[in-house]
């Protein structure tokens, strides 16, 4: 059975940055894309990055671009997300899913929760 959870969520100050990682108890992890999505509080999940299994392609949605960063350690059965100059917006649960190879995301963690004080 996969397992992805989440860390790295917190309070912080507009500006400011922080590191989300999510580990996977998934065998061949390096053979499946990830992504991050996120729910704002009244709101829709939404995409926010994704990347394929060996690292080397990434997207982003528009308005995360130039600010967050999407990585992964195969080695380490974890991807990252890197989040810098946050902004109130940015509140929100924050969520790992992993891609199956019929693109579906067919797994999700608990989600950790990301909050930006103005």
């Known amino acids: 059975q996969v397992q992805l959870v989440e860390s790295g969520g917190g309070l912080v100050q507009a500006g400011g940055s922080l590191r989300l990682s999510c580990a996977a108890s998934?065998?061949?992890?390096?053979?499946?894309?990830m992504a991050w999505f996120r729910q704002a509080p009244g709101k829709e999940r939404e995409f926010v990055a994704h990347i394929t299994a060996s690292g080397a392609s990434t997207t982003y949605a528009t308005s995360m671009k130039g600010r967050f960063t999407i990585s992964r350690d195969n080695a380490k059965n974890t991807v990252y997300l890197e989040m810098n100059t946050l902004k109130a917006e940015d509140t929100g649960v924050y969520y790992c899913?992993?891609?199956?190879?019929?693109?579906?995301?067919?797994?999700w963690g608990q989600g950790t929760q990301v909050t930006v004080s103005s």
């Open positions: 899913a992993l891609q199956s190879n019929l693109g579906r995301y067919d797994y």
């Open positions: 998934v065998r061949t992890f390096g053979s499946y894309a």
